[in-house]
């Protein structure tokens, strides 16, 4: 019966759409995903004037980005674990646990035992590698746990929350571990953890192609079907805003030069005449915010592209319809958690690489900040809705708050009841939203 | 198997398409189906028909996977054949539309239809234009002013959802359809739409299982009726050969009537 009605209802309210309405129809863009873009956009103007101009600088934007890459990494992860209706709460733990085995191998138990010299190439290869597997072990024992036996995520991640931090303890009897090696801390950033102006152009040139090539390739394959298509003007301004803004990204990483004395050490480090003004260097894309959209793009693929994204988000929905139609739910599940240890242990390296150094508390909290990230991000607590890209926008936007206090000279503690605020702020304008629908 | 002469399609030599066998499943002590028999020829329509509780629904689940039966055997086309999840069932080609429909409610219809049999581009990944142009024939044969192709199944109308659950079952050329209370959640016109598809299909040679308390639409679409109570087949009889008062004394009182055949939870009469 109601299908006779909503039909015609459809076109006629498309018909009333005022300009915004029509925009949003045609471009096909989320509201929710504009709406956290827009704050964003205010939060970070009124840091800027509150500052007195710091915050919009080259050298602080670059900073923010490189300090929201590890728990916007693990965001992604958050959000296939959340929209299953399930929480892990050890997600800092274990980014501690892994960075202690990554410490520890490439400065004890490689070149001691497995005689990797100190100083060889695949030091760092297999440090890293080592660290991965340990995330991708624990993320699979508490996901075993959580779909074949039955405990309540909850309950499995906060006892892991204590496991995996007493484990990064017991591996070196609360010692902290370092130096890292020279290339393994490339993935902290830094100077020299950034790829150039050069290589960042290429990287934007490359990216802006993808973006056009995808749009020309989802319409193509529309036509085809002879699918109604989004009108040219939409696909031509989508184009051109993804492509202005990934060009302006990197034109801010390559505002920012290194510093004087870092510069003057490697002039003559490599017999580079400085000139009188002054050698500029610009530092690029961070390697660290590299491999964070590196993550988020496969995110994205896997979430969107892939059956295992797809049986996660029907999982979500109703997970007794996902078993109904011969999902294997308890195996996803898994998958779900082994994929988000994976994650613990890329932010695991970053982490360790920036502070050139493992120790037995780093990643404390740093659950609650990804758990945020995520559901200010727009993934719904009751499961089923959640994007990638929201929870990085998430992670950047909880991180700006928390940088622009720091500039601010705001007291850690009034830091911590704004960011607070900010959370529950964020998901009860969420909740209307969803309600408004 | 003398019972076999009053049973069955016209054409009685035929193999059923399923014959499940002395069915039997328990939930901590309590049977919820006791020793139940039941079979379906093809282009029939059996009804199961009984109150709530009565075990119609969790005998259909075992026969599409969702439960593992306890004792029984099950045969298709003859062939034992073994049904342990709702994967195995699908591979016999048993389609099912359960009554709370079972849709993944943030996706999309097309993402409904193929839910756990998507279609893959060269790449592996999912072809979603393929599936949408799917999607889009077999609902434009089912409900052809469905446009909502975008939109997640839980902004759809009951009717529409209902729509979107039948696409599934018949998208995947099923031989084997049970419809759990179909026209539940429907107006007079969709529930009419239904019992046309019902024909339709029965035409196209596919046996169907029609769970339902209404009585009419029973008496309407069925061949055959089974009646149980408590876990246990009452009686099974051709719509032709009793009455509906006949069928609600089966349903309410367990009264086998003459023109059907008494099942092992028929009340044994005075006589």
Partial sequence: MTDITTAPVDRARASELGFAGRFLKATELDVRMLGMLAALVLIWITLHILSGGLFLTPRNLWNLSVQSASVAIMATGMVLVIVTRNIDLSVGSVLGFCAMVMGVMQTQWLPQYLGVPIGSSYLWVLALCSGLVAGVVIGGLQGYVIAYMGVPAFIV??????????????????????????????????????????????VAVVACIGVLFLLRSVRQQRKRFHFPLKPVWAEVLLGVVACVAILGAVWVANSYYWPAGIVRRYAAENNIAVPDGGLQIAHGIAIPVLMAITVGIVMTFITTRTRFGRYVFAIGGNPEAAALAGIATRWVTMKIFMLMGLLAGISAAISSARLNASTNALGTLDELLVIAAAVIGGTSLAGGSGTVVGAMLGALLMQSLQSGMVLLGIDTPLQNIVVGLVLVLAVWVDTIYRKRL | MTIMTNQGPATPTATPLVDMRDISIAFGGIRAVDGASIDL????????????????????????????????????????????????????????????????????AAANLFLGRELKTAWGTLDDVAMEAEARKVMGRLNPRFQRFKDPVSRLSGGQRQSVAIARAILFNARILIMDEPTAALGPQETAQVGELVKQLKADGIGIFLISHDIHDVFDLADRVCVMKNGQVVGTARTTDVTQDEVLGMIILGKCPPGAVPGPGAVRAAA
């Fill in chain 2, 41 to 108: 020829y093809p282009g029939e329509v059996v009804a199961l028909l009984g109150h709530n509780g009565a075990g119609k629904s969790t005998l259909i689940k075992i026969l599409s996977g969702a439960y593992k039966r306890d004792t029984g055997t099950i045969f298709v086309n003859g062939q034992e054949a073994s049904i342990s999840s709702p994967r195995d069932a699908k591979g016999y080609g048993i389609e099912t539309i359960y009554q709370t429909l079972a849709l993944a409610d943030n996706v999309d």
């Fill in chain 1, 157 to 202: 991640t906060l006892g892991g929350l204590l496991v995996w931090r007493g484990g990064a303890w017991w591996l070196t009897s609360g010692q902290t571990v370092a130096p890292m090696d020279p290339t393994y801390r490339l993935m902290g950033g830094g100077p020299e953890g950034a790829i150039g102006s050069t290589w960042s152009w290429v």
